[in-house]
């Protein structure tokens, strides 16, 4: 069936809207988006979504994660193996990383991480044929946000609430942060990693991630104020 | 079966909440997820859930040879199947030892306690009987498969019925369902296994989700293991079928009794609800009602999806509260009296150990002015 922007789309259905307007321009294609011959088919079910220029990509609801090169993850350090660690991103396959790739990391000096640490790394590589390569440093050498996060907690959740959280026009985080401190970091492979204060203002945050994930921008800024509330309650 | 990793943080982070006394998903250390069976088009087949695990269950029966020392008893088989459609790292076709754990445990729930009528199943002694087979496929794992299967299984033998059969001389003829009503299963008694787990050897946790699950049986960082699964399996008239203990070894008697005492309570409540959807059933289809498992996606279901259950809940927490919120801003101006949600700082007891406030969404604002103040 032909779709357009903005439509429900299924596997099998094309869009003609997808094709370069003349010779110089380029279109980006994204997940759930293959060229065929004649057309551009989906590959996935739900939503397709262009931004401008020539960028299209298929919004959809999915909990498995198919590691992308530069996208930020958090993974669990399952094995040391010689001079890499072996890290459980949630792909079909651990991901590797490197002693090295730490800041001020030397062959004397090797980072401390235990087995069952959690990290927040950025995919260096990750094609279809390869384990997939994790750092912990940027290009200039500097750790930046990414490193072992320590205490917390950290759940799982669909990859798609992950993107909607992280939008900046997401109100979540912005009402959030006005009503107690916490830490987060979100990975792009469904996991977030959350601590407070306390267990119950945890648990708080949790659920309000979790609660945004089918609400409108106006409904998440009610559910954090009703939040709040329950969380004040109990403290006084 | 690849392993599942669980991070250190994830497992000191529940260890923590739970010794405070809450629990991840909001609920109460006895407080169990939502039950529901719906039963399938066929009779022995239904679908049980416990908020997010389910289980399928369809029972069959064939004509076989009984054994030779029990020659007028029919035979029971119940078979557990994991698929990757449970949970990611369980492989297709597959045994792993969890399989054969609940396999075992099923056995020994149902077919040990003798629950079942066996000898009722028998045709000709020496020759035929009938053999029933439970077939269990986990569609969701999302803890409790211990529970939520032994109630699949139950359901799904109480609501079976076999072919009617009848002898004339040597020949036996089985009667189609449209021919004869079919018989059901005969039982003695109802047992169900109820799962606790067991956190720093004197918390019990009833209906234990996955992560609880997987938290109360690992090691803890400094090498021991203080937490363990403890199964009763007991019917509705709180005799017990069953103990079973995996982890770290109980000493202390006191949370046996307390598992039990919970578990009779439990059983009862979920022996009713049996009882009670296979009556309805039944009546159902005697209006000839077509019945199937099409009738769980209700619309409710896939709509709002949002009102599925959370995994990390406050529990004062739902998620109706955004809505209603919406509907008090105009029973504030009215003042209605008919509402019956707790005022805003009513003391509840929710735990044994805490008190806390449940906070009102009606709550009104405006305050009362004596009839006294009036006059004046």
Known sequence: MKVSVGDVVLPGDYCEEISPKDEKSRVVIGPGLRKEVDHVYITKAGILKKKNPHTYWIDSYQKRYVPIRGENVIGIVTQKAGDIFRVDIGGSTTAALSFLSFEGATKKNRPELQVGDIIYAKLVIASKDMEPELVCVDSFGHKGRLGVLNDGFMFKCPINLVRKILNPKCPLLDSLKNEWPFEMAAGMNGRIWIKANSMRESIALGNAILGAEFLSDSDIKKMCNNIAAILAGHVS | ?376
């Open chain 2, 1 to 376: 079966m690849r392993e599942v990793f669980l991070s250190n943080c994830e497992k000191n982070f529940v260890q923590k909440t739970i010794a405070e006394g809450y629990r991840l998903d909001g609920r109460n250390y006895n407080e169990c997820r939502k039950l529901n069976i719906a039963f399938g088009s066929e009779y022995g087949s239904c679908i049980v859930s416990i908020g997010e695990t389910k289980v399928l269950s369809q029972v069959s029966c064939e004509v076989v040879q009984p054994k030779q020392i029990r020659p007028n008893e029919g035979l029971l088989n119940i078979n557990v199947e994991i698929s990757p459609m449970a949970a990611p790292q369980f492989e297709a076709n597959r045994q792993t030892d969890l399989t054969v754990y609940l396999n075992r445990l099923l056995e020994k729930c149902y077919k040990d306690s003798k629950c079942i009528d066996l000898e009722s199943l028998c045709i000709v002694v020496e020759e035929k009987v009938w053999s029933l087979r439970v077939d269990l496929k986990i569609l969701n794992h999302d803890g409790n498969l211990i529970e939520c299967s032994s109630i699949a299984t139950l359901a799904s033998i109480a609501h079976f019925k076999r072919p009617d059969v009848t002898r004339s001389g040597e020949s036996i003829v089985i009667h189609t369902l449209a021919d004869m009503d079919p018989i059901p299963t005969v039982l003695y008694h109802y047992p169900v296994c109820v799962n606790f787990a067991i956190f720093k050897n004197n918390i019990l946790i009833s209906d234990p989700s996955y992560i609880e699950e997987t938290v109360c049986t690992s090691t803890s960082e400094d090498g021991t293991n203080t937490g363990g699964l403890l199964v009763v399996g007991m019917n509705q008239y709180k005799e017990m079928c069953l103990l079973d203990l995996t982890g770290a070894a109980i000493y202390n008697s006191n949370i046996v009794h307390r598992a039990i005492q919970s578990a009779a309570e439990r059983c009862k409540m979920v022996v009713d609800l049996v009882k009670k959807d296979i009556m309805t059933d039944d009546n159902l289809r005697q209006k000839r009602t077509k019945i199937n498992f099409a009738d769980i996606i209700t619309t409710d279901h896939a709509q709002s999806l949002c009102a599925k259950d959370l995994c990390i809940r406050l529990k004062n927490f739902t998620i109706n509260d955004i809505e209603m919120e919406e509907e008090t801003d105009v029973s504030k101006s009215i003042d209605t009296d008919d509402n019956t949600a707790l005022s805003k700082y009513d003391v509840v007891p929710s735990l044994p150990q805490t008190v806390e406030l449940k906070a009102k969404k009606g709550a009104s604002t405006w305050i009362d002015i004596s009839s006294e103040s009036d006059e004046d």
